[in-house]
């Protein structure tokens, strides 16, 4: 079984038509869609329909360049099998589950080529946390002009991040 609680999933990449048929139906088991337990009704084939979902998902907005998917009762704040379909397809994602009872709220960012995903702990707004102890050290090295001392603290709270990349834009290919 196991607990339920929102989460989000952003999603970029390549997906073909064959892929938009596996990814609608996992989104259909997962109940993940553009909207909190919103279903959409979508028409088509597997192509128009994931279309239709990604203008959706973007809400009118032309800025936002990835696939969106929420569900406010996600089984243990995951996307499964939508996770599962994007790691067969090689489609990054970045998911955000809120908190609930003792786990935390966090980020699980994966890319292709990486065997398992990186997470980082969150606040409810979705901001990434960091240790404090460890910025006030490298913020101490700095104002004493210790520079590779300063980094030497820093590098492992960004260098994950830098070696991850910004998750690239979804394109359906037609």
């Known amino acids: 079984m196991g607990d339920y609680f929102p989460a989000y999933i952003r999603i970029g990449g390549k997906i073909d038509a064959a892929g938009a048929e596996d990814l609608l139906g996992a989104c259909e088991n997962d109940n993940a869609w553009h909207d909190y337990d919103t279903r959409p009704e979508l028409l088509g084939t597997p192509i128009e329909k994931l279309t239709q979902l990604f203008v959706l998902a973007q809400d009118g907005d032309p800025n936002v360049h990835h696939l969106i998917l929420r569900n406010s009762q996600a089984r243990n704040g995951c ?48 901001n990434r946390l960091i240790n404090a102890d460890i910025v006030l050290r490298a913020y101490k090295a700095l104002m004493e002009g210790c520079y590779h001392e300063a980094l030497h603290f820093l590098h492992p709270l960004v260098s994950p991040l830098i070696e991850l990349g910004e998750l690239p834009p979804f394109v359906i290919e037609t």
């Open 79 to 126: 996307f499964g099998d939508v996770e599962d379909i994007c790691s067969r397809l090689s489609l990054p994602y970045e998911r955000h589950s809120d908190a609930y009872a003792d786990a935390s709220s966090a980020w699980e960012i994966w890319r292709p080529g990486r065997p398992y995903p990186f997470f980082i702990a969150s606040d409810q707004d979705a």
